[in-house]
């Protein structure tokens, strides 16, 4: 792809696969285009590594934020199920949200806990809302060490952040799926390594090897839930996409 931004005429030019199309530069269609871009050249640069939560380094986009923010304060879940621990900025995001609520706690699963991260969440404010487990999201006995944490009639949230290969995010789809609850969603996170195979710090494989794919498929095989963009509470513009790390990430159970 090829893209001509003009700022003196007001206007982007994209030629694609032969094809040329032209619009006014402050436009929805500019505004897209130039994010998708944004987003390449923003995660090749490590601008999702420069932020942090609560004092825990929180490696996600900021909108990808506020946006599950949106979704946390709707539903209002008992138990919000992380898989992928890492600093713990998400761990603190979520239990901060649960505190400010009046209501949820957090259980945090990863393969490995590094003792300098888990003694951060561990000595932190909201350690008290934070379950800990180690081991591979995946394995049988941890998952169901998870549903031990879930009590009946309780609202579930899942969050997969852990290995983001389609094999393991397909695995992780099957095996935390039935604890989320009607109008609640499982959430596969990182989709974005889909378009993000072609930049420096890509992979070309991440073309078809990414948690998006995985979770179409599950869609697809899984009528139960459905793949959508959840909707914004506010919105004044005339957009109507996230400018996201997450794409089709969200799955809501009927």
């Given at each position: 792809m090829k893209m001509e931004i003009n700022t003196i005429d007001a206007t982007v030019r994209i030629n694609e696969q032969g094809e040329s199309r032209e619009y006014p530069l402050y436009s929805?269609?500019?505004f897209e285009a130039l994010s998708h871009v944004w987003l390449k050249v923003g995660w090749n640069e490590k601008y999702p590594y420069t932020f942090s939560w609560l004092g825990r380094p929180l490696i996600q986009l900021p909108e990808d934020v506020l946006r599950i923010?949106?979704?946390?304060?709707?539903?209002?879940?008992?138990?919000?199920i992380e898989t992928g621990v890492a600093h713990g900025g998400s761990?603190?995001?979520?239990?901060?949200?649960?505190?400010?609520?009046?209501?949820?706690?957090?259980?945090?699963?990863?393969?490995?806990?590094?003792?300098?991260?888990?003694?951060?969440?561990?000595?932190?404010?909201?350690?008290?809302?934070?379950?800990?487990?180690?081991?591979?999201?995946?394995?049988p006995k941890i998952v169901a060490d998870v549903a031990k944490h879930i009590m009946p009639g309780e609202t579930?949230?899942?969050?997969?952040?852990?290995?983001?290969?389609?094999?393991?995010?397909?695995?992780e789809l099957e095996a935390y799926s039935h604890f989320v609850t009607k109008g609640s969603y499982i959430v596969a996170t990182?989709?974005?390594?889909?378009?993000?195979?072609?930049?420096?710090?890509g992979t070309t494989t991440w073309n078809?090897?990414?948690?998006?794919?995985?979770?179409?498929?599950?869609?697809?095989?899984?009528?139960?839930?459905?793949?959508?963009?959840?909707?914004?509470?506010?919105?004044?513009?005339?957009?109507n996409k996230n400018i996201t790390h997450w794409p089709s990430a969200w799955l809501r159970r009927k």
């Open positions: 929805r269609e500019s923010q949106e979704v946390i304060y709707r539903i209002k879940p008992d138990l919000i761990l603190m995001l979520y239990a901060s949200l649960c505190k400010a609520m009046g209501k949820g706690r957090v259980v945090g699963i990863d393969i490995e806990i590094r003792k300098h991260n888990r003694a951060a969440i561990e000595a932190h404010e909201l350690s008290s809302s934070i379950t800990l487990i180690e081991g591979s999201s995946i394995d579930v949230l899942v969050i997969l952040d852990s290995n983001h290969t389609k094999n393991h995010v397909a695995q990182d989709g974005s390594m889909e378009f993000l195979n072609d930049v420096p710090r078809t090897d990414n948690p998006a794919a995985a979770a179409r498929e599950f869609a697809e095989k899984h009528p139960e839930f459905i793949l959508e963009q959840p909707t914004w509470p506010f919105n004044e513009s005339s957009l």
